[in-house]
């Protein structure tokens, strides 16, 4: 394998906006293109705009293909409706996450399967490998499409004003294909922001086009270009887990507090998709007695947590620093740590984050710490 | 960006003004504060504090990470920049002006220092 990190088609477009680029999961992707901060912020007033073509789209189609996501994912992808989209998660059989995962259904017996970049390859495998017997047909799509996403409260006006696809009927987690600055695009009202917004599927000989337009549509109404910097910003204020960290194989959806996302009672293969016994069994313990809760984390000094700090009550480690960064919406650190469930309850006393030696004190608070104003 | 002539830098991205009256001004470079991204907390020695060049003697977070803040020089520390301490944006909008960091007494002026085309060659900018 190549160590060298791959392009998006926007590449040389974002090296003439002047970007900042890092390498994200073999990736060369905008990190930011001018304060991190300020596009945070546009994104949470007017909007943004964001190259996200390194995300791993599959496709999976044929007359089963319902069957084997109900059988490969934990999800019920059968009450999926045509033109809908819903957020699951695909487990290995001990229940650990292999990665979450966005599935739209394009038609009635085709999906496309949105993967992490990081993870495209092994969900690519998984699908593939756990595809036998079913009369569907798994394709790797990572290069059939560029993502772009406009996102944030003025997104719906910009969208409007360069395609005449039906927004209004557009729901969230809803997808349609449309025509979008005079260009095919799969038009999805997804993100992972919590603000409204639009991710955008498209030919990548289109994509470029399509970012104009976008430009030129958004520009009097605030809209920035943004980097996977204030994506990670944005997320984490709306709750969001990020596979590497809330996220890991070693934990099962139950352990993350996304049990929900687990159905037992599917259309199909409810009692032999991967992972049910474990899963079950998951249940069960996230019921009766959890280790560890997934919680949100408020400094009330200024020291940033990071993934990996340990979190502690009088001296002793009772969990940890999954995600932190300085909170742009909120003006303090903020951070989501999986704490022992006896310090997990919101307005928990003494909790405190070991920042390089200094026990900083945080406020333990229940996830999202932002929600838009619908 | 160009990095001004009349300061000496150190590899680890500081820069120190000349001396006046025996005390000289530390910041970061622009260099440094755009490979930081977005200053969002700076820890700055106080006044009173003795520094020695080289070591470690505060720390600037960003959104990303947090980065150990160097002394170029020996001596005591004068001031600290309190408009940085209370928006350390101004890190990054002027790192070689307002967003200085500290002013240090110095007691051994340093051998090691770049000069500002050496630096912009180390730097690669």
């Known amino acids: 394998m190549s160590n060298t990190p791959r392009h998006t088609a926007l590449d040389a477009l974002h090296r003439d906006l002047g970007a900042t680029m890092t390498d994200f999961a073999g990736w060369d992707m905008p990190l930011r293109y001018a304060s991190e901060r300020d596009e945070h912020n546009a994104v949470r007033t007017r909007a943004g705009l964001f190259d996200l073509s390194h995300m791993g789209e599959i496709t999976v189609s044929g007359p089963a293909a319902v069957d084997l996501l109900n059988h490969a994912l934990v999800g019920n992808i059968g009450s999926v409706g045509v033109g809908r989209a819903r957020y699951t998660m695909i487990c290995q059989a001990d229940g650990g996450i292999l990665d979450d995962l966005i599935v739209y259904r394009l038609g009635e017996t085709e999906y496309m399967v949105v993967a992490n970049a990081g993870n495209a390859q092994v969900v690519l495998d998984a699908l593939t490998a756990r595809a036998g017997g079913f009369d569907a047909v798994v394709r790797d799509d990572r290069d059939a499409y560029a993502l772009i996403a406009v996102q944030g409260p003025e997104s719906p006006g910009i969208l409007k004003s360069v395609t005449d696809a039906d927004l209004d009927g557009l729901k969230y987690y809803a997808g349609l294909p449309g025509t979008v600055a005079g260009v095919p695009a799969l038009i999805a009202r997804t993100g992972y922001t919590g603000e409204d917004g639009f991710e955008l599927f498209v030919a990548p000989e289109h994509a470029e086009q399509l970012w104009r337009a976008l430009t030129d549509a958004g520009a009097p109404v605030g809209l920035v270009p943004c980097g996977l910097s204030c994506r990670d910003t944005l997320r984490l204020e709306a709750g969001m887990p990020l596979y590497g960290h809330e996220l890991t194989t070693a934990l099962t959806p139950f352990d993350a507090g996304l049990g929900r996302v687990v159905k037992f009672d599917k259309t199909s293969h409810a009692d032999d998709f991967v992972g049910v016994e474990a899963l079950r069994a998951a249940a069960e313990r996230a019921e009766a007695a959890p280790p560890r809760k997934l919680v949100g984390l408020i400094a009330e000094g200024r020291r940033v947590p990071r993934a990996g700090m340990s979190v502690v009550v009088g001296g002793e480690v009772v969990g940890e620093v999954t995600s932190g960064a300085p909170s742009p919406t909120l003006g303090k650190p903020i951070a989501m740590a999986y704490v022992d469930a006896a310090h997990a309850a919101p307005g928990t006393a003494g909790v405190g984050v070991d920042i390089r030696g200094t026990h900083e004190p945080y406020e333990v608070v229940a996830l999202p710490f932002y929600k838009r104003q619908k | ?125």
Request: aromatic share 8%; net charge negative.
């Open chain 2, 1 to 125: 960006m160009s990095n001004p002539q009349q300061l000496r830098y150190s590899k680890e991205h500081e820069w120190l003004s000349a001396t006046e009256d025996g005390v000289a001004t530390v910041g970061i470079t622009e260099f440094a504060a755009n490979a930081l991204g977005d200053v969002v907390f700076a820890q700055l020695p106080a006044v009173g504090d003795t520094v020695a060049a080289g070591e470690t003697c505060g720390e600037l977070e960003s959104t990303k990470s947090v980065s150990d803040l160097y002394s170029p020089v020996a001596g005591e520390v004068v001031e600290a920049n309190q408009d940085v301490v209370d928006d350390p944006s101004l890190v990054n909008s002027a790192p070689f002006e307002g967003g200085w960091l500290f002013k240090v007494r110095v007691a051994e002026e340093p051998g090691d220092l770049l000069s500002a085309d050496e630096y912009t060659a180390f730097a690669g900018s």
